[in-house]
């Protein structure tokens, strides 16, 4: 059975840092494209940042560019999202999701085969 399962959501305050996880079962992560999305309350689900089989081509949406760090860890067969200097519009529910493919339009949901259940994330004080 192929699962997606994230961890490491949580409350944080503004400023801190948390890093989420996203493990597979029934599959080969490092095989995949793997993206992380997120939806705020009231909002449509958008693409955070992005990473390809390889590790080579990674992308970030604009909002979160030099505060996020995407990475792989092949043994583990884990990826994780690295957040620092978190901001209260960073909370959302945050998704990771496997491609097989890698796009620069990476933030296109059609691309993505699995989803994750997704880990509450909420920046506040």
């Known amino acids: 059975q192929v699962q997606l399962v994230e961890s490491g959501g949580g409350l944080v305050q503004p400023g801190g840092s948390l890093r989420l996880s996203c493990a597979a079962s029934?599959?080969?992560?490092?095989?995949?494209?793997i993206g992380w999305f997120r939806q705020a309350p009231g909002k449509e689900r958008e693409g955070v940042s992005c990473?390809?089989?390889?590790?080579?081509?990674?992308g970030y949406h604009n909002s979160v560019k030099g505060r996020f760090t995407i990475s792989r860890d092949y043994a583990k067969n884990t990826v994780y999202l690295q957040m620092d200097s978190l901001k209260p519009e960073d909370t959302a529910v945050y998704y990771c999701?496997?491609?097989?493919?890698?796009?620069?339009?990476?933030?296109?949901?059609?691309?993505?085969?699995?989803w994750g259940q997704g880990t509450q994330v909420t920046v506040s004080s």
């Open positions: 999701a496997a491609a097989d493919v890698w796009s620069w339009n990476w933030n296109n949901e059609r691309l993505y085969a699995y």
């Open positions: 029934g599959f080969t992560l490092g095989a995949k494209t």
């Open positions: 990473i390809n089989s390889s590790g080579r081509n990674t």
